[in-house]
């Protein structure tokens, strides 16, 4: 079983930054690829970005590219995403998620999901 606790969400003006960790106990599965996802109001969760975990590879959803980075502390098991310029738009519930087998931005292939944690931006 693998548990994911996200943090650092919050309020900001546009323009500003945030960074959100994600912080993972690994028991038995080891991981293949940690991303993040969004969800905003209404809308369907969509992906931001993953890592893999084996060699660093990162993918960005183009809404997010230039602004957007990804990394990863692999040993202390823990996913970051650091956010520069934010826009109103990029307002929603943040989700961290697992996956054991591959790389994906396919949230369904996504094994282990975190709770969430809000990311308001104010215009």
């Known amino acids: 079983q693998v548990h994911l606790v996200e943090s650092g969400g919050g309020l900001v003006q546009a323009g500003g930054s945030l960074r959100l960790a994600c912080a993972a106990s690994v028991r038995s599965f080891s991981i293949y690829t940690m991303g993040w996802f969004r969800q905003a109001p209404g809308k369907e969760r969509e992906f931001v970005a993953f890592?893999?975990?084996?060699?660093?590879?990162?993918r960005y959803a183009d809404s997010v590219k230039g602004r957007f980075t990804i990394s990863r502390d692999s040993a202390k098991n823990t996913v970051y995403l650091q956010m520069n310029n934010l826009q109103p738009e990029d307002t929603a519930v943040y989700y961290c998620a697992a996956d054991r087998l591959g790389i994906s931005d396919n949230a369904g292939r996504y094994d282990y999901w975190g709770q969430g944690t809000q990311v308001t931006v104010s215009s």
């Open positions: 890592v893999s975990w084996t060699d660093g590879t990162t």
